[in-house]
Nanobody, 123 residues
Framework: VQLQESGPGLVKPSQTLSLTCTVSGGSVTDNYYYWSWIRQPPGKGLEWVAAVGYSGKTYYSPSLNKRTTVSRDTSNNQITLQLTSVTPEDTAVYFC????????????????WGQGTQVTVSS
């Protein structure tokens, strides 16, 4: 399974960040898999952001819940993330990952990762 993240690269403060993860070699409806967004701010560890499961149910980090929307597009086999009201603290490399659990910030808990996309929040 291959995952490819894409996004704008640079976002201004207070704007909405939109990212897409395109999946190949597998399906976003594959049984018992969860598709997560995970980010890594500069100089910090991995932080799990949100996930959508094989049934379409969504899950969110409590600290980001109010600003985050994750969804899937089964026609295009994509996972999307929207993060509203961004600040410089949202600057990070954003990864898409596939795994059985969700919510973990550990790379070892996921079967497949994308290469990540850098997002910088700056005016």
């Amino acid at each position: 399974v291959q995952l490819q993240e894409s996004g704008p690269g640079l976002v201004k403060p207070s704007q909405t960040l939109s990212l897409t993860c395109t999946v190949s070699g597998g399906s976003v409806t594959d049984n018992y898999y969860y598709w997560s967004w995970i980010r890594q701010p500069p100089g910090k560890g991995l932080e799990w952001v949100a996930a959508v499961g094989y049934s379409g149910k969504t899950y969110y980090s409590p600290s980001l819940n109010k600003r985050t929307t994750v969804s899937r597009d089964t026609s295009n086999n994509q996972i999307t993330l929207q993060l509203t009201s961004v600040t410089p603290e949202d600057t990070a490399v954003y990864f898409c990952a596939r795994g059985r659990p969700y919510g973990s910030p550990s790379r070892d808990d996921y079967d497949d990762w994308g290469q990540g996309t850098q997002v910088t929040v700056s005016s």
